[in-house]
C-alpha cells in the first residue's frame, strides 16, 4: 500500500484559487493512479479528478471542468489540484487516493475504485 498525506487547504473567498498537494510514500507512486475525492458536510463523498499513473491522462467531474487541474510529479512523489474560480459548493473535505495502474480510469470513479487514502484537509470557500 502507499501512504498519502494531503495539504494546502484553508479558507478562500469565492472566485480565488487553492493548491492541494498530496505526498505519496511506501510503495513505487509511478505504479498507481491516482485521484482526488471531495466530501461536503451531509453528503456523499465524491469523485474531483484523477491522473493516470504516467500523467498523460487527466479526468474531471463536470462542474469542476475548467477550473480544477490534476498533476503530478513522479520524480517528487506528488500528485496536486489547482483549484481556480473557487465557489462555495466547493467548500468540503479534499482527500486523495490511489489506484493500481493496471485498472482503467473515467471521470465517473466511486469512492470503492481506490484503494488507499489520505486523511483530508478542509476547503472552505466563503461567499
Known amino acids: 500500500q502507499v501512504q498519502l498525506v494531503e495539504s494546502g487547504g484553508g479558507l478562500v473567498q469565492a472566485g480565488g484559487s487553492l493548491r492541494l498537494s498530496c505526498a505519496a510514500s511506501?510503495?513505487?507512486?509511478?505504479?498507481?493512479?491516482m485521484g482526488w475525492f471531495r466530501q461536503a458536510p451531509g453528503k456523499e463523498r465524491e469523485f474531483v479528478a484523477a491522473?493516470?499513473?504516467?500523467?498523460?491522462?487527466?479526468y474531471y467531474q463536470d462542474s469542476v471542468k475548467g477550473r480544477f487541474f490534476i498533476s503530478r510529479d513522479n520524480a517528487k512523489n506528488t500528485v496536486s489540484l489547482q483549484m481556480t474560480n473557487l465557489k462555495p459548493e466547493d467548500t468540503a473535505v479534499y482527500y486523495c487516493?490511489?489506484?493500481?495502474?493496471?485498472?482503467?480510469?473515467?471521470?465517473?470513479?466511486?469512492?470503492?475504485?481506490?484503494?488507499?487514502w489520505g486523511q483530508g484537509t478542509q476547503v472552505t470557500v466563503s461567499s
Open positions: 487516493a490511489a489506484r493500481g495502474s493496471g485498472w482503467w480510469l473515467s471521470s465517473t470513479h466511486t469512492p470503492a475504485d481506490f484503494h488507499s
Open positions: 511506501g510503495r513505487t507512486f509511478s505504479g498507481y493512479h
Open positions: 491522473i493516470s499513473w504516467s500523467g498523460g491522462s487527466t
